[in-house]
């Protein structure tokens, strides 16, 4: 098995720092770079690694991994090979086929660069997102060219697994047809619903539920970095585009002319709404669940509402914290107009009872 035990990784947003974090946890040494020198700061601060000196390496790291917007990828690639600064290269641009081409066009050598795309991230970009966990049990796309030594598709193999994540070998025009499919067209989607909410007034707005917010938690993302994937990826996003509009415009001609007959209908769905729906439930349930089996962290919610004061929060963290339960995760949702909020906490499944009861002794209410 090839042995990682230093790395160098460039780009030190949300998807470099967590690779970093997931490398340093398993004892590798990282060297990390930014361009920008407060995102190079903060993922230091973070535990991501030392900076990445100037100079020429004394020898070599086991692997660089180039984790910056697809179009910076082909130039990164060839300057860490031209400065020698790792035996293996590889990156986590979410787009392939056009970078391989750049690569090859930018002169880089391809028997050391093999690609590859992690299939985990989140709508907030930078290393104030990023997580040592972010990739635990997630898929990871690993599309080397004809041209790779094998010794180095081993190297990206394992810092793969040492990310807790599952190899998926995949020719990089796949690839792209795939993730069209599953993530960048999804993306566009969900823009689409969110940029509706522009036209709602507050009082619309305050009845949104967990559902809207499901639907558009991905419309976050950096409209600049999607601008790049997508257009990266421009035809077969459009091609899976166009086939969901076609959907879309079946489903509104069909409502339109049931608004138009009156009185909702007691009668079945027309085919182009009933059919869209059945075959949305088909869709969703063949979306497979994580992998990685026990590595994969399953926490359990435990959900509290608290009032919209100051030190609200810190009061529940030390409570939670004088239990003897450590919180892995929390994420607050807000009551629109009211008082107060909802702090989901993520904890050990076996330590959920127990918190709850503590808290409930306190005087919260937990849910
Ligand atoms: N955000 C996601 O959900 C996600 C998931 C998987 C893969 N990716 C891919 O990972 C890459 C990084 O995305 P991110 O979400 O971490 O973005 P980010 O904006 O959080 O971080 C990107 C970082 O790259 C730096 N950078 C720019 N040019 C560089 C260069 N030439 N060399 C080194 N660093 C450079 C930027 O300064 C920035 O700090 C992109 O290619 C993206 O397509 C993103
Ligand atoms: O936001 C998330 O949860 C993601 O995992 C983001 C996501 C995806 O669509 O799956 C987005 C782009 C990437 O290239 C990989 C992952």
Redesign the pocket.
Same mark, same amino acid.
């Given at each position: 098995m090839a042995r990682i035990e230093r790395a160098v990784v460039? #780009?030190? #947003?949300? @998807?470099?720092? %967590?690779i970093a974090l997931a490398l340093r946890e398993n004892g590798t040494r990282v060297a990390i %770079? *930014?361009? *920008?020198p407060a995102?190079?700061r903060l %993922?230091c601060e973070l535990g991501a690694g030392e900076p990445l000196g100037e100079d020429a390496p004394a020898r070599p790291a086991d692997i660089a991994v @180039? !984790? +910056?917007? =697809?179009s +910076? $990828?082909p130039?990164?690639v060839r300057?860490a090979q031209d400065r020698g600064l790792a035996h293996v290269y590889t990156? +986590? !641009? %979410? $787009?392939k086929d056009g @970078?391989v081409a750049a690569a090859e066009r930018a002169g880089c050598d391809m028997a050391t660069f093999v690609p590859g795309? =992690?299939? !985990? #991230?989140?709508?907030?970009?930078?290393?104030s997102?990023?997580r040592a966990d972010l990739f635990l049990g997630r898929s990871w796309a690993l599309c080397p060219t004809g041209k790779a030594d094998s010794g180095a598709v081993a190297a990206v193999r394992e810092v793969i697994r040492l990310c807790g994540a599952r190899p998926v070998p995949i020719d990089a025009a796949a690839h792209d047809r795939a993730v069209a499919l599953v993530s960048h067209a999804p993306h566009v989607a969900a823009a689409a619903v969110a940029a509706r909410l522009l036209e709602g007034d507050d009082t619309a707005l305050s009845l949104a539920g967990q559902g809207v917010r499901d639907v558009t938690r /991905?419309a976050a #993302? *950096?409209p600049r970095?999607w601008w790049? /994937?997508l257009s990266h990826n421009a035809g077969p996003v459009a091609d899976v585009l166009e086939a969901v509009s076609a959907d879309l415009s079946a489903s509104a001609a069909a409502l339109r002319g049931a608004a138009a007959e009156g009185a909702a209908s007691t009668g079945p769905a027309p085919e182009a709404v009933g059919g869209l729906l059945e075959r949305g439930v088909r869709g969703r349930g063949r979306v497979p669940g994580k992998h990685g089996g026990g590595r994969t962290p399953e926490y359990a919610v435990v959900p509290v509402l608290v009032p919209d004061e100051p030190d609200a929060l810190g009061r529940l963290f030390r409570t939670a914290g004088e239990s003897g339960v450590n919180i892995e995760d929390v994420r607050l949702d807000h009551s629109y107009g009211l008082p107060m909020g909802v702090a989901q906490l993520s904890v050990a499944p076996d330590a959920a009872e127990r918190l709850a009861s503590v808290l409930r002794e306190r005087g919260y209410s937990v849910h």
């Amino acid at each position: 098995m090839a042995r990682i035990e230093r790395a160098v990784v460039m #780009g030190a #947003g949300l @998807v470099g720092t %967590s690779i970093a974090l997931a490398l340093r946890e398993n004892g590798t040494r990282v060297a990390i %770079s *930014d361009p *920008d020198p407060a995102a190079l700061r903060l %993922s230091c601060e973070l535990g991501a690694g030392e900076p990445l000196g100037e100079d020429a390496p004394a020898r070599p790291a086991d692997i660089a991994v @180039v !984790a +910056a917007p =697809p179009s +910076a $990828v082909p130039a990164a690639v060839r300057s860490a090979q031209d400065r020698g600064l790792a035996h293996v290269y590889t990156d +986590a !641009a %979410s $787009v392939k086929d056009g @970078v391989v081409a750049a690569a090859e066009r930018a002169g880089c050598d391809m028997a050391t660069f093999v690609p590859g795309h =992690p299939m !985990a #991230g989140g709508e907030r970009s930078g290393p104030s997102a990023a997580r040592a966990d972010l990739f635990l049990g997630r898929s990871w796309a690993l599309c080397p060219t004809g041209k790779a030594d094998s010794g180095a598709v081993a190297a990206v193999r394992e810092v793969i697994r040492l990310c807790g994540a599952r190899p998926v070998p995949i020719d990089a025009a796949a690839h792209d047809r795939a993730v069209a499919l599953v993530s960048h067209a999804p993306h566009v989607a969900a823009a689409a619903v969110a940029a509706r909410l522009l036209e709602g007034d507050d009082t619309a707005l305050s009845l949104a539920g967990q559902g809207v917010r499901d639907v558009t938690r /991905i419309a976050a #993302g *950096d409209p600049r970095l999607w601008w790049e /994937i997508l257009s990266h990826n421009a035809g077969p996003v459009a091609d899976v585009l166009e086939a969901v509009s076609a959907d879309l415009s079946a489903s509104a001609a069909a409502l339109r002319g049931a608004a138009a007959e009156g009185a909702a209908s007691t009668g079945p769905a027309p085919e182009a709404v009933g059919g869209l729906l059945e075959r949305g439930v088909r869709g969703r349930g063949r979306v497979p669940g994580k992998h990685g089996g026990g590595r994969t962290p399953e926490y359990a919610v435990v959900p509290v509402l608290v009032p919209d004061e100051p030190d609200a929060l810190g009061r529940l963290f030390r409570t939670a914290g004088e239990s003897g339960v450590n919180i892995e995760d929390v994420r607050l949702d807000h009551s629109y107009g009211l008082p107060m909020g909802v702090a989901q906490l993520s904890v050990a499944p076996d330590a959920a009872e127990r918190l709850a009861s503590v808290l409930r002794e306190r005087g919260y209410s937990v849910h």
